[in-house]
Protein backbone atom coordinates (compact mmCIF):
# COMPACT_ATOMS: atom_id res chain seq x y z
CA UNK A 1 0.00 0.00 0.00
CA UNK A 2 1.36 3.31 -1.07
CA UNK A 3 1.79 5.44 2.32
CA UNK A 4 -0.21 8.69 2.43
CA UNK A 5 1.70 11.75 0.81
CA UNK A 6 3.36 14.06 3.36
CA UNK A 7 2.08 17.79 2.84
CA UNK A 8 3.01 19.47 5.29
CA UNK A 9 5.95 20.27 7.52
CA UNK A 10 5.87 21.91 11.34
CA UNK A 11 8.84 23.92 12.39
CA UNK A 12 8.97 24.62 16.01
CA UNK A 13 10.55 28.26 16.26
CA UNK A 14 9.41 29.22 19.26
CA UNK A 15 12.41 28.24 21.97
CA UNK A 16 14.43 31.62 23.57
CA UNK A 17 17.76 30.95 21.87
CA UNK A 18 19.73 31.69 25.39
CA UNK A 19 22.51 30.12 24.24
CA UNK A 20 23.12 32.80 21.89
CA UNK A 21 22.57 35.72 23.77
CA UNK A 22 22.68 38.52 23.94
CA UNK A 23 22.29 38.51 20.12
CA UNK A 24 19.29 36.60 19.97
CA UNK A 25 17.04 39.53 22.83
CA UNK A 26 15.54 40.86 20.20
CA UNK A 27 15.70 38.80 17.26
CA UNK A 28 14.77 34.94 17.26
CA UNK A 29 17.89 32.23 16.77
CA UNK A 30 16.34 30.71 13.63
CA UNK A 31 16.67 34.15 12.45
CA UNK A 32 21.02 34.15 12.74
CA UNK A 33 22.49 34.16 9.62
CA UNK A 34 24.54 31.27 7.73
CA UNK A 35 26.48 33.77 5.18
CA UNK A 36 23.04 34.98 4.29
CA UNK A 37 19.90 33.35 4.34
CA UNK A 38 18.59 33.06 7.98
CA UNK A 39 18.66 29.19 9.34
CA UNK A 40 15.35 29.07 9.06
CA UNK A 41 15.03 29.94 5.23
CA UNK A 42 17.58 26.87 4.63
CA UNK A 43 14.84 24.82 6.40
CA UNK A 44 12.06 26.09 4.53
CA UNK A 45 14.07 25.47 0.99
CA UNK A 46 14.55 22.16 2.05
CA UNK A 47 11.11 21.66 2.48
CA UNK A 48 9.79 22.86 -0.63
CA UNK A 49 12.75 21.01 -2.27
CA UNK A 50 10.51 18.02 -0.49
CA UNK A 51 7.39 18.55 -1.98
CA UNK A 52 6.42 20.20 0.92
CA UNK A 53 2.90 22.49 0.07
CA UNK A 54 2.29 24.09 3.90
CA UNK A 55 4.69 24.86 6.11
CA UNK A 56 3.19 25.65 9.71
CA UNK A 57 5.41 27.48 12.35
CA UNK A 58 4.63 27.00 16.00
CA UNK A 59 5.93 30.08 17.32
CA UNK A 60 6.21 32.46 20.50
CA UNK A 61 6.62 35.76 21.93
CA UNK A 62 9.27 38.17 19.71
CA UNK A 63 9.01 35.79 16.62
CA UNK A 64 7.58 38.31 14.79
CA UNK A 65 10.59 38.42 12.46
CA UNK A 66 10.10 35.16 10.77
CA UNK A 67 6.31 36.07 10.19
CA UNK A 68 7.77 39.41 8.06
CA UNK A 69 10.52 37.23 6.66
CA UNK A 70 8.39 35.28 4.85
CA UNK A 71 6.10 37.76 4.18
CA UNK A 72 6.16 40.72 0.71
CA UNK A 73 7.80 43.38 1.57
CA UNK A 74 6.19 45.81 0.07
CA UNK A 75 8.78 49.08 0.60
CA UNK A 76 11.96 47.02 -0.07
CA UNK A 77 10.48 45.28 -3.15
CA UNK A 78 9.39 48.89 -4.74
CA UNK A 79 12.85 50.11 -4.44
CA UNK A 80 14.78 47.93 -5.66
CA UNK A 81 12.56 47.59 -8.28
CA UNK A 82 12.68 50.96 -9.11
CA UNK A 83 16.42 50.05 -9.17
CA UNK A 84 16.39 48.06 -11.46
CA UNK A 85 17.68 45.27 -9.10
CA UNK A 86 16.37 42.01 -9.43
CA UNK A 87 13.98 39.93 -7.00
CA UNK A 88 14.89 36.99 -7.40
CA UNK A 89 17.02 36.54 -4.76
CA UNK A 90 13.65 37.18 -2.64
CA UNK A 91 11.91 34.06 -4.47
CA UNK A 92 12.06 31.70 -1.20
CA UNK A 93 10.91 34.21 1.09
CA UNK A 94 7.38 34.89 -0.42
CA UNK A 95 5.31 31.71 0.05
CA UNK A 96 2.40 30.94 -1.82
CA UNK A 97 -0.77 32.58 -0.03
CA UNK A 98 -2.50 29.85 2.15
CA UNK A 99 1.16 28.34 2.43
CA UNK A 100 1.91 29.28 5.66
CA UNK A 101 0.33 29.06 9.15
CA UNK A 102 1.56 30.45 12.43
CA UNK A 103 0.67 28.77 15.78
CA UNK A 104 1.15 29.94 19.03
CA UNK A 105 3.17 27.73 21.74
CA UNK A 106 2.39 30.17 25.40
CA UNK A 107 4.65 28.09 27.12
CA UNK A 108 8.16 26.60 26.28
CA UNK A 109 7.09 23.28 27.27
CA UNK A 110 9.23 21.36 25.01
CA UNK A 111 9.64 19.84 21.57
CA UNK A 112 6.83 17.28 21.75
CA UNK A 113 4.32 20.52 23.30
CA UNK A 114 5.46 22.23 20.45
CA UNK A 115 4.89 19.80 17.76
CA UNK A 116 1.23 18.87 19.50
CA UNK A 117 0.29 22.71 19.65
CA UNK A 118 0.03 22.17 15.62
CA UNK A 119 -2.07 19.90 15.62
CA UNK A 120 -5.29 21.04 13.96
CA UNK A 121 -3.50 22.08 11.43
CA UNK A 122 -1.71 19.13 10.44
CA UNK A 123 -5.11 17.32 10.76
CA UNK A 124 -5.27 13.75 9.73
CA UNK A 125 -1.56 13.73 7.98
CA UNK A 126 1.56 12.48 8.28
CA UNK A 127 4.22 15.50 8.42
CA UNK A 128 7.66 16.19 8.67
CA UNK A 129 8.77 18.15 11.52
CA UNK A 130 12.16 20.28 10.91
CA UNK A 131 14.04 21.89 13.37
CA UNK A 132 16.33 25.18 11.67
CA UNK A 133 19.12 24.33 14.45
CA UNK A 134 19.70 21.40 12.65
CA UNK A 135 21.78 23.06 9.38
CA UNK A 136 21.73 19.70 7.36
CA UNK A 137 24.16 20.07 4.12
CA UNK A 138 23.74 17.50 1.19
CA UNK A 139 22.09 16.84 -2.28
CA UNK A 140 19.77 16.10 -2.27
CA UNK A 141 18.48 17.70 1.29
CA UNK A 142 18.07 15.78 4.27
CA UNK A 143 14.03 15.78 4.06
CA UNK A 144 14.10 14.77 0.59
CA UNK A 145 16.21 11.91 1.09
CA UNK A 146 13.78 10.74 3.85
CA UNK A 147 10.73 11.70 1.61
CA UNK A 148 12.15 9.23 -0.73
CA UNK A 149 12.98 6.79 2.02
CA UNK A 150 9.49 7.34 3.47
CA UNK A 151 7.25 6.19 -0.08
CA UNK A 152 9.40 3.10 0.19
CA UNK A 153 8.74 2.33 3.79
CA UNK A 154 5.93 4.08 5.51
CA UNK A 155 5.13 4.63 8.50
CA UNK A 156 7.19 7.12 11.06
CA UNK A 157 10.62 7.50 9.66
CA UNK A 158 13.66 9.96 11.59
CA UNK A 159 17.13 10.89 10.67
CA UNK A 160 19.62 9.77 12.04
CA UNK A 161 23.43 10.17 12.67
CA UNK A 162 26.36 8.32 14.26
CA UNK A 163 27.63 10.19 16.96
CA UNK A 164 30.70 9.57 19.44
CA UNK A 165 29.70 7.55 22.72
CA UNK A 166 30.79 9.72 25.22
CA UNK A 167 27.94 12.02 23.24
CA UNK A 168 25.02 10.03 23.65
CA UNK A 169 23.89 11.36 26.54
CA UNK A 170 22.98 14.81 24.84
CA UNK A 171 20.63 13.05 22.09
CA UNK A 172 17.79 10.42 21.50
CA UNK A 173 18.89 7.34 20.99
CA UNK A 174 18.09 4.77 18.85
CA UNK A 175 17.54 1.09 19.83
CA UNK A 176 18.74 -0.34 16.40
CA UNK A 177 16.90 -3.87 14.42
CA UNK A 178 17.13 -5.03 11.09
CA UNK A 179 19.78 -2.44 8.63
CA UNK A 180 19.04 -1.88 5.07
CA UNK A 181 21.47 0.36 3.30
CA UNK A 182 20.57 3.83 5.03
CA UNK A 183 17.85 2.40 6.78
CA UNK A 184 17.60 1.11 10.29
CA UNK A 185 14.58 -0.48 11.98
CA UNK A 186 13.95 1.13 15.12
CA UNK A 187 13.39 -0.72 18.08
CA UNK A 188 12.97 1.60 20.55
CA UNK A 189 13.83 5.35 21.92
CA UNK A 190 15.83 6.33 24.65
CA UNK A 191 15.96 10.48 25.71
CA UNK A 192 19.40 11.35 26.85
CA UNK A 193 20.38 8.20 27.96
CA UNK A 194 22.68 8.27 31.53
CA UNK A 195 26.55 7.83 29.84
CA UNK A 196 27.76 4.59 29.66
CA UNK A 197 23.75 3.16 29.17
CA UNK A 198 22.98 4.34 25.27
CA UNK A 199 21.63 1.19 23.23
CA UNK A 200 23.89 2.15 20.45
CA UNK A 201 25.60 5.47 18.82
CA UNK A 202 23.08 6.40 16.24
CA UNK A 203 21.41 9.92 17.38
CA UNK A 204 17.79 11.08 16.05
CA UNK A 205 18.55 14.75 14.68
CA UNK A 206 16.00 17.56 13.79
CA UNK A 207 13.94 15.70 11.21
CA UNK A 208 11.00 13.72 10.99
CA UNK A 209 8.40 12.42 9.33
CA UNK A 210 5.76 11.39 11.89
CA UNK A 211 2.14 10.15 11.47
CA UNK A 212 -0.97 11.98 12.69
CA UNK A 213 -1.96 9.37 15.51
CA UNK A 214 1.31 11.00 17.52
CA UNK A 215 -1.18 14.19 18.18
CA UNK A 216 -2.99 11.78 20.77
CA UNK A 217 -0.13 10.57 22.42
CA UNK A 218 1.33 13.87 22.76
CA UNK A 219 -2.04 15.32 24.12
CA UNK A 220 -1.56 13.00 27.67
CA UNK A 221 0.81 16.00 28.21
CA UNK A 222 3.17 13.30 30.42
CA UNK A 223 7.05 15.09 30.70
CA UNK A 224 9.89 13.34 30.45
CA UNK A 225 13.43 14.02 30.48
CA UNK A 226 14.20 18.03 31.50
CA UNK A 227 10.79 18.09 32.57
CA UNK A 228 9.59 18.70 29.27
CA UNK A 229 6.73 16.91 26.88
CA UNK A 230 9.54 15.03 25.19
CA UNK A 231 8.68 14.07 21.02
CA UNK A 232 11.17 11.17 21.59
CA UNK A 233 9.19 9.68 24.64
CA UNK A 234 5.57 10.22 22.31
CA UNK A 235 7.59 8.39 19.21
CA UNK A 236 8.88 4.86 21.39
CA UNK A 237 5.50 4.82 22.69
CA UNK A 238 4.18 4.43 18.77
CA UNK A 239 6.85 1.82 18.26
CA UNK A 240 5.65 -1.74 17.54
CA UNK A 241 1.92 -0.17 16.30
CA UNK A 242 3.20 1.28 13.16
CA UNK A 243 6.40 0.92 11.30
CA UNK A 244 9.58 2.87 12.46
CA UNK A 245 12.82 3.72 11.09
CA UNK A 246 15.83 5.54 10.94
CA UNK A 247 17.59 6.75 8.27
CA UNK A 248 21.34 7.75 8.08
CA UNK A 249 21.70 11.35 6.25
CA UNK A 250 23.75 11.39 3.36
CA UNK A 251 25.74 15.00 4.53
CA UNK A 252 26.95 16.93 6.60
CA UNK A 253 24.62 18.23 9.92
CA UNK A 254 25.87 21.59 11.59
CA UNK A 255 24.28 22.24 15.12
CA UNK A 256 23.77 25.42 14.65
CA UNK A 257 21.95 25.75 18.20
CA UNK A 258 25.98 25.48 19.15
CA UNK A 259 28.13 28.45 18.87
CA UNK A 260 30.95 26.25 17.44
CA UNK A 261 28.42 24.37 15.27
CA UNK A 262 26.97 27.56 14.09
CA UNK A 263 31.00 29.61 13.01
CA UNK A 264 31.61 25.65 11.16
CA UNK A 265 28.32 26.25 9.14
CA UNK A 266 29.35 29.70 8.80
CA UNK A 267 32.83 28.69 6.67
CA UNK A 268 31.71 25.87 5.75
CA UNK A 269 28.94 27.55 3.52
CA UNK A 270 31.51 30.27 2.51
CA UNK A 271 33.70 27.79 0.93
CA UNK A 272 30.97 26.95 -0.89
CA UNK A 273 29.93 30.01 -2.66
CA UNK A 274 31.92 31.10 -5.46
CA UNK A 275 32.39 34.63 -4.60
CA UNK A 276 33.30 34.08 -0.96
CA UNK A 277 35.84 31.14 -1.54
CA UNK A 278 38.94 32.36 -2.39
CA UNK A 279 38.97 35.32 0.26
CA UNK A 280 37.73 33.15 2.79
CA UNK A 281 40.13 30.93 2.11
CA UNK A 282 43.06 32.94 2.20
CA UNK A 283 41.89 35.04 5.37
CA UNK A 284 41.26 31.28 6.98
CA UNK A 285 45.15 30.32 5.95
CA UNK A 286 46.41 33.87 6.70
CA UNK A 287 44.94 33.44 10.55
CA UNK A 288 46.45 30.06 10.93
CA UNK A 289 49.20 30.74 10.20
CA UNK A 290 49.39 34.15 12.58
CA UNK A 291 47.97 32.14 15.54
CA UNK A 292 50.94 29.43 14.76
CA UNK A 293 53.78 31.06 16.29
CA UNK A 294 51.66 31.86 19.46
CA UNK A 295 51.00 28.32 19.79
CA UNK A 296 54.55 26.65 19.72
CA UNK A 297 55.23 29.74 22.32
Known amino acids: MTPKRVRKAVFPVGGLGT???????AIP??????????????AVEEALEAGIEQMIFVTGRGKSAIEDHFDIAFELETTMSGRGKSLDILDHTRLRPGAVAYVRQQEPMGLGHAV???????????????????????????????????????GNLICAEIVLDEQTHRYGIIT?????????EVKGLVEKPAPGTAPSNLSVIGRYILQPEVMGVLASQEKGAGGEIQLTDAMS????????????????????????????ANLAM????????EQVELFASQLLAARQPRRAA
Not at 29 to 42: F, N, S
Not at 176 to 184: C, E, I, K, Q, R
Open 19 to 25: RFLPATK
Open 29 to 42: KEMLPVVDKPLIQY
Open 116 to 154: WCARDVVGDEPFAVLLADDFMAGKPGCLKQMIDAYEQVG
Open 176 to 184: PGTHSGALT
Open 237 to 264: RMIGDQAFHGLTFAGTRYDCGDKAGFLH
Open 270 to 277: ALEREDLA
